[in-house]
């Protein structure tokens, strides 16, 4: 089988490919081509020289989705709602989190009130109809909005989670008024309680429903057009994959799918190489992030906001859960007002660049300190091809900081990296420790560009005592979309005391929300599905996501599932109250539609690792300058084994060990590094 | 430098880590507060704050996103606790509760937990939370307890620096009095218990920032990052000229004595990058329950104007002086009665920042709403259930025009931050009412250059008999001032309308007995504008028009903007009608 992923970045599309016949990886890179995107695909495609007839699947992530949105490129959309509640989408919640901030902005509203209808309609929060739908009333809203020119129609309805049918029928009357608009109903998209978050999820939607639609089905036809007759994939922020079909319904399910591919290849390679705990660091030129994986499943967030949380938009969808600091290869260290060093969150991005680009950058980052310290070797970046100015560098760090700081050069970029890297311990700190869990228990899986430099150093500071540096470091979210299973995620409100649950009632929910959930699935046959309750003591707000099994469910296992919500909840906060009553808010079903696991390739016979060559770099704990062995890693064989210092050069990255620290190659051809040789 | 610096030989790597590391602190505990919390006050309304305090009572760290009126005011509870107990009377595993007046000025409600945190024996610190309980016993539930409430025996349960755990130990009998005398006991306990689990959990933290860096670093870049907070206050106020700015306000009445405003003013003075707010000149301690005992107002609208979106410590505030004498309405004497303790602070932090307005003018935009809330409160029992329900929600007003833009609307009060309205699906799942509407209220918004923002009009219908609070706001008179030529925004009111009564009423009282389906207006105020109304483009003024936010009268009106039936703009009429009101303006 041939599978082949792309990915599509700021400034390039790359694109992995397996053959399981063969055992053979390929890849390739092309220049992203943002008015375009499509194009730039068929161009990635065409360069790695793969047969397009002969791809069975091929797998694609896209910043579409969330670039229409950022942009403001999307459709002209009205918004239905039900009478009294026209403003709930402009108010918000009437928050401020910038909370002395005289210059807030709220969410700017993507519907404007104009093309925001009243229908009149009623439902109870039991799904009784106080007032039955006034089908006129829709009639006269959808010829407004035709009138208006709109493209696409949200409709959300309060209670409209419990009781979908006067959604579903005022669907079909602006289906039929509006046959070419793209509709939305919120029940469709998020069936949770919480009006204004739904009704923010299901405008979005709309808003960048056709756009979407409109690149998946052009998409389809310049692939078709270069002889493609595979399955094509979209990848989703939940982490799992789905078919086009669903990509142009739900298209907000796939808007933070930029970060996943490489968490979903840490959870398979950790489970691969026995490490079912690990936490998945990602380090690029803007920011660095960091999601924690237990038991080899990926950890999830209910929902996120498009833009941050002060001004942005709600999508209250399922995604993986990232924690994201403002620390990349390009991030600028700075020296602030009252001369305390800093570094972030400001980036020279890939333009101008880093100083040492030689891109007419002039502000010192983080690789020009990595360059100075020789961590980088300026003839060996990207495999030779770009020379990298360190002179510049160092002129750099000594006037914009070292001499404002009154230190020696080297010392300022030691100084720069140890800011980063205490930031990124912070992001790590926040997926791990914060919710319960100890960083020890954990290894740490590296990837990006920036990833293999400064993973070493942050596993020291957490205590964390492995360290992976997996193959394709600097490709990693595309190997990761090579692996994915197709996944679907529904949510529903089923609000109930927990000692008077009707679980035949709950199971029938249950069985709904699977043949939902299971429709989209293309593998439906092998499809597995996994149930969680969202529980809290009654009288709280905020819910703990608990595992349940089918069986617990249909047995009406109340004392089981209340155990391991306790459990859940002494873990997470270290206290928990047994004797407190416990409340369902909703039901979570996943859909997984498991792929057939590829086999991947084993490296040739071990043999003694060497180093290819020295290089001069600098390690506070050694207190000066060391000549430091340099690894090939196209080099080593399986089950080498070598001690740090030492570098670890490869086409995209250099993995940095420090001294102490042990390095094996797996069977599979991965870093296992031991920190302190612990 | 200061000389412990030195000593620690502090590098600026560790001083970065130790800077970013405290706030994380404070805003793990809150997270952690937040998210195991039971009662709204806290997991939305986000009424507490998390903070790290010195022995001396010097702010370390406070958490981002609470309400903001907390802000630097835990100081006094610690220096208080430490004298009664002494520095050498507290053990590792005390932990203390306090709400009383006489030092913590808010209302009782607002209980404070601290636990020492410790270091080699030695006491660093505390790790403290104060947090809105949803009942404290007294006359009535939650903000049941309206300014009539005459003094502090009957608002509720006051409770003065004591131990509930001592040494590790849990005083029982304090915890079953405590339990006795609150109604929804297992909420407040429930919150106690996150209270102190958040206290712990901060001390854990310090303790593992002391063993990682070595108590002398610590401590040392303690003191250098306050420094380094003030020096960057100071530098904004020193880019301001020097002088005596002053504005004044006012409200109504307190709400037991009619017809005698309650004065507010501000003096502010500028001398070389220090400031100095004297609030001398606002009302004395009043028997309304509208005191407190805070430096709140000062501390905000400083805030707001030097440093608005940096953490807070000690330093935020040392180059800032404000003077209160004992005795004035914000330093009131015990047993002054402090229900409705903070319901004034906005109006205070406005009429500040209107000051100031002549020394910043790009930077102060006209006054907001001013009102902690469109409070909704409306309580009984469910006949159907047999428990007792509260509705709690708070619902936003217009903040004013801003010198480049337009006032956000339907937005809470400057003392209110991440403050969010109730979910009105999850309000109707969890009481017996029906929220009928949520709607902006076209033309609440002050008109100005830039508008003011607009207020809400909340409508709910009472599904069961219950008891509503119904105090009219008190900023009827002095609606939110416009600034620089701009108009006042629309006031705040409640609204009851009963059955078979076709006029809404206008009823002033806490826990006022309703029958079922009764409606409720809650009210809030628009923002004032800023700069003059026939300033703004006629295009801004279209738009409000075509998106409801402005009536075709008041663009006519107010803006001088002249538009058809089709809300197409008529050049030559706009500009004569704009001619005219210029000339009317400077007449008048």
Redesign the interface.
């Known amino acids: 089988m041939l599978v082949v992923a792309i990915d599509i970045g700021g400034t390039f599309t790359d694109l992995m490919a397996f053959d399981d016949r063969t055992g053979r990886f390929s890849d390739s890179k092309a220049l992203s081509t943002p008015n375009r995107l499509v194009d730039g695909i068929i161009n990635c495609i065409r360069k790695s020289g793969l047969e397009s007839g002969e791809i069975d699947e091929l797998i694609h992530g896209s910043t579409t989705a969330i670039n229409t949105l950022i942009e403001k490129k999307g459709a002209k959309t009205g918004l239905l709602v039900t009478q009294g509640m026209r403003d709930v989408y402009i108010i918000g919640r009437g928050n401020r989190p910038e909370s002395y901030n005289l210059f807030f902005h709220k969410h700017r509203p993507l519907v404007p009130r104009h093309l925001t209808l009243e229908i009149k309609e009623r439902l109870l929060a039991s799904g009784e109809v106080l007032e039955p739908l006034d089908t006129a009333s829709v009639e006269t809203a959808a010829n407004f909005l035709k009138d208006k020119g709109v493209e696409a129609v949200a409709v959300c309805f309060i209670h409209s989670y419990v009781n979908p049918d006067h959604e579903r029928r005022t669907g079909e009357i602006v289906r039929r008024i509006l046959p070419n608009a793209y509709v939305s109903l919120s029940h469709e998209i998020l069936r949770e309680y919480r009006e204004f978050e739904r009704m923010s999820t299901t405008v979005v939607n709309a808003y960048i429903g056709p756009v979407v639609g409109g690149y998946v089905h052009s998409l389809k036809n310049s692939l078709a057009d270069i002889g493609f007759r595979g399955e094509l994939t979209i990848m989703q922020s939940n982490g799992g994959v789905m078919t086009p079909e669903v990509a142009t319904a739900r298209p907000v399910a796939m808007m933070e799918s930029g970060p996943v591919g490489g968490i979903i290849a840490s959870a398979r390679f950790g489970v691969a190489l026995g490490y079912k705990n690990v936490i998945s660091f990602d380090m690029g030129g803007t920011t660095a992030k960091a999601s924690l994986i237990k038991d080899g499943e990926t950890t999830m967030a209910p929902g996120y906001y498009v833009g941050g949380y002060a001004s942005g938009q709600p999508v209250m969808l399922p995604l993986v859960d990232v924690v994201e600091v403002g620390a990349g290869g390009g991030s600028i260290a700075w020296i602030d007002e009252v001369g305390a060093l800093k570094v972030g969150p400001h980036s020279a991005g890939a333009d101008p660049g880093p100083i040492c680009y030689r891109g007419g950058g002039t502000e010192p980052t983080i690789t020009d300190a990595n360059v100075l310290l020789g961590r980088l070797d300026p003839n060996q970046f990207l495999g030779g091809e770009m020379k990298l100015d360190a002179q510049g560098a160092a002129d750099g760090i000594k006037t914009k900081v070292a001499d404002a700081l009154n230190l020696s050069t080297v010392a300022a970029a030691e100084a720069i990296v140890d800011i980063a890297n205490a930031k990124m311990s912070l992001a790590v700190r926040e997926v791990s420790v914060a919710k319960g869990y100890d960083p020890r228990d954990f290894a740490l899986v590296a990837s990006g560009g920036a990833g293999p430099v400064h993973v070493c150093a942050i596993a020291r500071d957490l205590h964390v005592p492995t360290v992976i540096i997996p193959l394709f470091p600097s490709n990693f979210s595309a190997l990761g979309m090579l692996v994915a299973d197709e996944r679907h995620d529904y949510t529903r409100t089923y609000y109930t005391d927990l000692t008077n649950v009707d679980f035949t009632h709950l199971v029938r929910v249950y069985e709904e929300m699977v043949e939902q959930a299971g429709a989209g699935l293309r593998r439906k046959s092998s499809a597995q599905y996994q149930v969680h309750l969202d529980l809290r003591y009654v009288g709280q707000e905020f819910t703990l996501s608990v595992p349940v099994t089918l069986e617990q469910l249909k047995a009406g296992d109340k004392q089981g599932i209340r155990t391991a919500f306790d459990r859940l909840y002494e873990h997470r906060y270290a206290h928990h109250s047994p004797e407190e009553p416990v409340e369902i808010i909703n039901v979570r079903v996943a859909a997984l539609g498991k792929k057939p696991q590829l086999e991947f390739p084993r490296l040739g016979p071990a043999g003694q690792a060497k180093p290819a060559r020295t290089r001069k770099a600098y390690f506070a704990e050694a207190g000066r300058e060391t000549e430091c062995p340099v690894y090939e890693r196209a080099e080593l064989g399986a089950g080498a084994k070598f001690s740090g210092p030492a570098l670890i050069q490869e086409h995209g990255t250099t993995t940095v060990m420090m001294e102490g620290d042990v390095c094996t190659v797996a069977q599979t051809g991965e870093l296992i590094i031991r920190i302190r040789g612990e | 430098m200061d000389a412990r610096v030195k000593e620690a030989n502090l ?3 560790t ?3 130790i ?3 405290l706030p ?1 602190i404070s805003n ?1 505990m809150a ?2 507060l ?7 006050m806290i ?2 309304v986000r009424d507490y704050c998390t903070a790290l305090v010195d022995v001396n009572g010097d702010l370390i760290s406070q958490n ?5 009126h907390f802000v630097a005011d835990l100081g006094v509870l610690i220096t208080d606790g430490v004298k009664r107990y002494g520095a050498n009377g507290f053990k590792p595993g005390d932990v203390l509760i306090t709400n009383h007046q006489a030092v913590a000025g808010q209302h009782l409600n607002n209980v404070a937990i601290y636990v020492p945190c410790f270091f080699e024996g030695e006491l660093m610190m505390f790790a403290i939370v104060r947090a809105h309980w949803v009942d404290i016993g007294g006359l009535s539930t939650g903000f049941g307890a309206g300014p009539d409430v005459a003094d502090p025996w009957l608002e509720g349960l006051q409770l003065d620096q004591l131990k509930i755990y001592d040494d590790g130990k849990p005083d029982e009998t304090l915890y079953r009095v405590i339990r006795d005398n609150i109604r ?1 006991p ?2 407040s306990l ?1 919150d106690m ?2 209270q102190i ?1 958040a206290c ?2 901060g001390v854990r933290r310090m303790e593992e920032l002391y063993r990682k860096y070595g108590r002398p670093t610590v401590v040392a870049a303690i003191a250098q990052i306050a420094e ?1 907070t003030q ?2 206050c100071r ?1 904004v106020v020193s880019a301001l000229k020097d002088g005596v700015y002053q504005a004044e306000s006012s409200f109504d009445d307190d709400g037991v004595l009619k017809d005698d405003p309650v004065r507010i003013h501000a003096k502010v003075t500028i001398a070389r990058g220090s400031m100095t707010i004297d609030l001398s000149g606002c009302s004395r301690e009043r028997k309304a329950a509208i005191n407190s005992r805070t430096l709140a107002g000062a501390r ?1 609208a400083y ?3 030097t ?3 940096e953490p807070v410590n000690e330093g935020s505030f040392r180059a800032l002086n404000v003077i209160i004498p004992e005795g004035s309405i914000m330093m009131a004497r015990y047993p002054a009665p402090m229900v409705n303790w903070s319901s004034i602070v906005p109006t205070v932090v406005d009429t500040i ?1 209107t000051a100031l307005a002549p020394a910043m003018p790009d ?3 006209a006054a907001h709403h001013a009102l902690l809330g469109g409070a909704v409160v409306f309580f009984g029992v469910d006949p159907k259930t047999g428990r007792r329900f509260v509705v709690q929600s ?3 007003g217009g903040w004013g025009g ?1 010198p480049s ?1 337009d006032g ?5 009060s ?1 003392c ?6 109730g ?4 309000i ?2 969890k009481c017996p009412v ?7 209220r076209t033309d609440s918004g002050g008109a100005g250059r830039f508008r003011g923002g607009l207020g ?1 009009d909340l ?1 709910v219908r009472n599904l069961v008999e219950g008891r509503w609070n119904l105090n009219q706001p008190r900023r009827v008179k002095c609606a939110p001032w416009g600034l620089w030529g701009g108009a006042p925004g629309g006031t705040a009111a409640y609204l009851l309308g009963t059955p078979g009564r076709n006029e809404w009423d206008m009823v002033d009282a806490s826990r006022h007995p309703v029958p079922a389906h009764s409606r409720v207006v809650v009210r809030t105020g628009g923002g004032g504008g800023w700069g003059k109304p026939v300033a703004r483009d006629p295009k801004r003024v279209q738009w409000d028009v ?4 402005v009536s075709r009268e008041a663009a006519r009106e107010r803006y001088g903007v002249v538009l058809n039936e089709a809300n197409e703009i008529d050049e030559a009429a706009t500009r004569a009608l704009r001619q005219r009101l210029e000339a009317q303006a400077a007449g008048a």
């Open positions: 590098d600026p790597v001083l970065e880590v800077r970013n590391a994380a793990e997270a952690d937040q998210r195991t919390s039971y009662n709204m997991y939305e981002v996103g609470g309400v903001s929804f297992e909420s429930g218990k996150s689990a712990r959990l380094e020096t960057k530098n905000v805030k707001a104007i440093a608005p979106l920042l930077r102060v935009p708070l619902e936003g801003r833009e956000e609307s339907g937005t809470v400057v209110q931050g991440d403050v969010r309205n979910s009105i699906e999850g109707e799942l029906l929220v009928e509407s949520r709607e902006l809400i409508t075509v998106e409801g936010l």
